[in-house]
């Protein structure tokens, strides 16, 4: 089992940046990929970017520039530096962790709590 915490939200003015922090604890393995995710009132949750363990990134386009997915791997921490930010930001995000060993096909993937973001003036 994974345990899986979010933090970092908060409230934002238009252009605003903020840095969200995704802390996993417990049998992670040493395949990883780190997702992070939002949701927004009345809408589905839609994929952000994610992290492999060989630093692999990717972005969804309306993130492009202007957040940045990394990772501590010593402390099994993943970060979102979310810079630019605008009203449409304004969600729910979620940190996606999914783990599993090299010899197994398909992983375990755990979900945080969720951590909120408010873009606004």
């Known amino acids: 089992q994974v345990r899986v915490v979010e933090s970092g939200g908060g409230f934002v003015q238009p252009g605003g940046s903020l840095r969200l922090s995704c802390a996993a604890s417990g049998n992670i393995f040493s395949i990883n990929i780190i997702s992070w995710y939002r949701q927004s009132p009345g809408k589905d949750r839609e994929w952000v970017a994610h992290?492999?363990?060989?630093?692999?990134?990717n972005y969804a386009d309306f993130v492009k520039g202007r957040f940045t997915i990394s990772r501590d791997n010593d402390d099994h921490v993943v970060y979102l530096e979310m810079n630019g930010l605008q009203p449409e930001d304004t969600a729910v995000y979620y940190c996606?962790?999914?783990?599993?060993?090299?010899?197994?096909?398909?992983?375990?993937?755990?979900w945080g709590q969720g951590t909120q973001v408010t873009v606004s003036s």
């Open positions: 996606n962790w999914v783990t599993r060993r090299p010899s197994h096909d398909i992983g375990s993937t755990f």
């Open positions: 992290i492999t363990s060989s630093d692999t990134t």
